[in-house]
């Protein structure tokens, strides 16, 4: 006898038979079904942004433990990593001159576990490494942040270098993925510990957004105009969502491999 299929299992192959236009529909809905149980179970809702932060060392410690355990560092990107590097760093630093927080200490240690786990992956398993794979070319991201960083910033009493710095970490956080997302893409097969720590960056990337469409909600929209005039607080609105529905397709095929039972992720063809 043929046995019963899971009932996750059964959704997900339900979606998955939809067209286009119905899974936009559906990730909209269940999106807005999870920011409203945030809200209500969540009465600090500035506790998301520290478990954002929380669900992203986390990624990282399983990244340490692939790096460490297994000796490989296939399948990961080198590219992404120094890109967090990179917004870590800016971000720690305006953190320093601007609103030193708790903020400051989670991004220290996440900082340290990103530039070990990108000492491991270029000295000590170099031969392991796929760089053919790993061909995303930065300048497609850093360039076009920093012309925005320029353009749209903060208005606050900082000085310019300042806030374009604050601006430039914002928009690099959104895209800073994208060469991990192409790796993969261009393996087809993703293993376990990558998954999960692509799957922590999701859940992060989804908890930061909803800490702020939430603390616009709850403010009527003065945290907007709290951020300054211009173009930034769109636009870091809007970097929320791009970096949150970035990671939304791979976390859907996350969780239908895990409700599949498949402990090895394959990525079919149009994810990234």
């Not at 261009?186 to 990558?194: A, D, L, M, R």
């Amino acid at each position: 006898m043929r046995a019963p299929r899971r009932p996750m299992a059964v959704v997900l192959s339900w979606v998955r038979r939809q067209p286009p236009k119905v899974k936009a529909f559906l990730a909209v809905v269940a999106g807005m079904t999870a920011l409203v149980f945030i809200r209500f179970i969540v009465h600090d809702h500035d506790n998301l942004f520290v478990a954002a932060e929380a669900a992203h060392a986390l990624g990282i410690a399983v990244l340490i433990y692939k790096l460490t355990k297994e000796k490989t560092c296939a399948g990961l990107s080198l590219k992404s990593q120094d890109l967090t590097a990179l917004f870590l760093a800016v971000r720690l630093y305006c953190s320093f001159v601007m609103e030193y927080d708790i903020h400051t200490i989670l991004d220290s240690a996440t900082l340290v576990a990103t530039l070990f786990v990108i000492y491991m992956i270029r000295f000590r398993l170099r031969s392991t490494y796929m760089l053919d794979k790993d061909n995303f070319a930065l300048y497609y991201v850093v360039v076009p942040c920093c012309v925005l960083a320029f353009i749209a910033h903060p208005s606050t009493s900082h000085i310019m270098i300042n806030r374009i710095c604050w601006a430039f970490c914002v928009y690099l956080e959104a895209v800073s993925v994208l060469p991990q997302l192409r790796l993969m893409q261009n393996t087809k097969i993703v293993e376990p510990f990558t998954a999960h720590y692509v799957f922590a960056l999701g859940v992060a990337r989804f908890l930061s957004c909803a800490h702020w469409v939430l603390q616009v909600l709850d403010t009527r929209g003065r945290l907007l105009t709290a951020l300054g005039y211009g173009f930034w607080p769109s636009m870091v609105l809007l970097s929320e969502i791009v970096q949150t529905f970035i990671l939304a397709d791979f976390c859907y095929y996350y969780v239908k491999s895990l409700a599949g039972g498949q402990l090895v992720l394959r990525l079919p063809s149009g994810v990234v």
